[in-house]
Each structure stands twice: as structure tokens, then as C-alpha cells.
């Protein structure tokens, strides 16, 4: 947990379990946006701004390690790390703890590539230097 920024807390809901009565597996891949969303909104870079602008942030690929099980009620924290930017792609890291533990549930990546509306890349660097400069300081402020 050290070095990591804890920006997404909150309680499993029992919807989220499965028939065995543990959180389904697609459920993290939620729990990963919520958090990456979290960590967006606490730099002051809301997704939804990102839209208004004409920029979508597809998801490329998700890896998912499921370490010891949550289960309804358990309250969480999420912790991510945005640990590659480029201005054209960027990758997180989540790792996910029952609350007040040190012992890791869930461990994955994300990996993600910036596109306008047309679904072409661009020059995040030239077309937006300040939103460029957000996600750089995020990546220099967690290592």
C-alpha cells in the first residue's frame, strides 16, 4: 500500500455476489472504473468534461487477479496508481483490500488509449497541454 493513493471506498452490495455468496468476477472490473473514475475526479479531471471535449478513453485490455474473496457487506478500498502516460495511452494499476487490512483481495491493470470522436488517436500534448500536463503530474506524483 505504500507509495499508493487510496482514492475509492465503499461497501460490496449483495447483488454483487454470485451463487457460491462471494463477489462475481466482472464485478472488479467495476470496481477498477469506479476507482479510476475516483481518481480522475479527485485531480479535477472529470470524465464527463473529457467527453465535452470530444475525447473518449476506451478500454484496451483488463488483467484481474483474484487473490482471497470479498463477499457481501465487506467494506473496501481500492487503491490505483496511474503508472504510464504517453498522451496517447496510459496503463493503471488497483490493488484491493477489505478495509483495515493489509492483505491484498485483487491486484490488476488497466491499459487505455485516448481517441477523439471520430475514433482516431491525436496529439493529446498539442491539442490539450493543460489536460496533457494533469495526467503527467499524476503519474510523477505517485511514483
Known sequence: MEGKYAIYKRRMNYYETD??????HSNYIRLFEEARL???????????SIEEMGIIIPVMSVECHYLIPLHYNDSIEVYSQLTKFDGIKMELSYEIYKEGSTRVCTEGNTKHCFLDKDMKPFRMKKLYPGLYNKFKEMVINRQ
Open 38 to 48: 475516483g481518481m480522475m475526479d479527485k485531480e479535477g479531471i472529470s470524465y464527463e
Open 19 to 24: 451463487q457460491m455468496g462471494i463477489i462475481h
